[in-house]
């Protein structure tokens, strides 16, 4: 499920996307830092071709935050 | 412009991880960046240009606006870490933020307090780095502030934002000259190109001090990559090109030279301004050549009479154009002109070129041209591989120098290893008799095809359509694709059983797909049907005209015995014992 999301979130942060799930979050993943947010937050604007506003970008961090905000603007999950 | 193949950010990110982790021979550089900025995406960006430029980048990142502090420090990190590269990156708006933000307390003296300020901060920081490194330096101009303070009014006088940003820029330049080895990246052009909107990034500025877009960083960094490239004297000599869609439009074998596209209007206006851009080259010192498969005598009678040309004769040092294969004419170019194969940059608009010069010889540089042709002229300045960082009186004449030279050697080497190449393209082939869909096509290619033509005899769909009906005839279709796309119907034989001997009435083919091993296969197709009908002889005739001279030999060359010849035309002839076992290795499917 959720491929391509969690190919992106394994690639940001160096880790093999079968250990991304639910649960993952900055409090989950060590090296979820301030660098990795940001090519995390564009990551995902340039692969899903959404914008997220300001209040979005600093909300992303967790996987089922990333899941839900980018089903509202219509981006479509694989 | 395309850059880096419109690879995703994340996927850039995966590669430059796989490359962070294989050992490799590569040279590598040491590159140390300064910045007041969040330049990470820069960084993925830059290091992934690096690593598939052949290079082992190490880099060292400065601490955020901390450029001042670490290149005058002598025992700073910066200057431990000896870098043979040092880049500065500063954002405008964060170095001087009086300056883009709140200038109208600067309006009435026209900026000069920021102005000094800038230069002179400029001036200290490269003046502090020569003192202790001989790194070469890659400093940044400032982008145009595109919210102006004064609206309208900027443009109505001289004491506007951008005014200041453009002397600014323009004394860089002056700054750069008196200290060695300083070279702009010219951001104000880079950030015009693609536009305020595309470039910046409002979101990323306020929430994580990153000004720039990932297509901002993403230019910054190709940009950056035409310098490094240029200080390591990366740079190509010598523009190959096709001709036939790439110098004018059409193909001058089968149209006539009178009738190629090359004008001032439209479509020929774009090969017109492709051709400035080529001769522009030529006069910045790129030795030009031609590689394309045509008659040479049609190519020479393009560039000696047609009155449009840009492009002559006199600016060619080397000119290929024959029927052999394009690696191989790169290589006798190369021995001629003697350079090497890694400083020549080759054009083409067939994918099948490209990727058969790419698949050959992986060191030449291969420029497919982009199926819209309103794009060709932006290519080379896009590309940066003619970049270079100076321009000299010397390089208006190297053109002629290299001509003068090259009449003396002429020689052809051959590959050995053309079949790996022919099945990488996964060739589909199928012959089959012609049938009421496939008779408008071969009515309609027998009245073009011209070169590789061999008897040339023109037929209506009516008599094409008499013969498919007939038991005395036999019309077979070839049918080609390949990976890059189905070609379509490319080949049409026609063979008379009319008599106690099969006659090859009719055989040619389109000359895209010559040189494959195609039209061999082809011919012994024909070959067994004559056998399937007990037939033990095939007779086969050429007959001249002004523009199949490429296939004079075709008979001879797939072991025919010539029984009489004149000037106007060869006739041939064939015994056949047994069904001729057919070599279709090199093609993933063939169907017949």
Known sequence: MEEKLRNIIGNVFEIDPDQVNEVTSQDTLANWDSIHHLNLIVSLEESYNVNFTDEETVQLTNYKVIKSILQEKGAFLT | MELINNLPFNEVIAEVNKFSKVKSENPSIRIAVLRNITADNYLVYLKYL????????????????????????????????????????????????????????????????????????????????RKFSDAKIIVNNLGRNMIPVLGIYESQN?????QVINTINFELITLAKEEKNVFVLDIERIANYYGFEKFYDQKQ????????????HKAIAWETKKIVNAINGKIKKCLVLDCDNTLWGGIVGEVGVENIQISNTYPGNIYLAFQQQILNLYSRGIILAINSKNNFEDVKEVLDKHPSMLLKEKHFASIYANWDNKADNLKAIAHDLNIGLDSMVFVDDSDFE????????PQVSVICLPKDRTQFSSIFSSSGYFDSLSFSSEDLKRGQLYRSEIDRKKEMVKFTDLNSFYRSLEMELEIF??????IPRVAQLSQRTNQ???TTKRYSEDEIKNMVNSDDFSVLCL???????????????????????ALIDTFFMSCRIINRGIETIFLQTALNKAFDKGLKTVKAT???????????????????STIKKTDEKIEYSYSIDKNVKMNGEIFKTIKI
């Not at chain 2, 990142?61 to 002598?74: A, H, K, M, P, R």
């Not at chain 2, 490209?354 to 010889?361: D, G, I, N, R």
């Not at chain 2, 008799?433 to 496939?438: E, I, K, L, T, V």
């Open chain 2, 50 to 129: 690096l690593y598939t430029e052949g290079f082992q980048p190490v880099i060292f990142t400065g601490d955020y606006d901390s450029i001042i502090q670490e290149s005058l420090n002598e025992k700073s990190a910066l200057y431990q870490f000896e870098p043979d590269i040092i880049i500065i990156l500063n954002y405008g708006e964060n170095l001087v933020p009086d300056l883009y933000s709140k200038f109208t307390d600067y309006v009435n003296q026209k900026g000069d307090d920021l102005k000094d300020n800038i230069l002179n901060y400029y001036k200290s920081i490269l003046s502090g780095i």
């Open chain 2, 158 to 162: 001289h004491n506007g934002q951008n």
């Open chain 2, 205 to 216: 500025w306020y929430i994580a001090k990153n000004p720039y877009s990932l297509t901002g």
């Open chain 2, 354 to 361: 490209c990727s058969f010069v790419k698949e050959m010889l």
């Open chain 2, 433 to 438: 008799p012609a049938d009421n869909f496939s």
């Open chain 2, 452 to 454: 590789f033509n061999l």
């Open chain 2, 479 to 501: 049918k080609l694709a390949d990976k890059f796309g189905d070609l379509g119907i490319v080949g049409v034989c026609i063979i008379d059983f009319s008599k106690n001997y």
């Open chain 2, 542 to 560: 050429f007959s001249r005209t002004k523009k199949n001279q490429l296939v004079e030999s075709f008979y001879e060359n797939q072991g025919f």
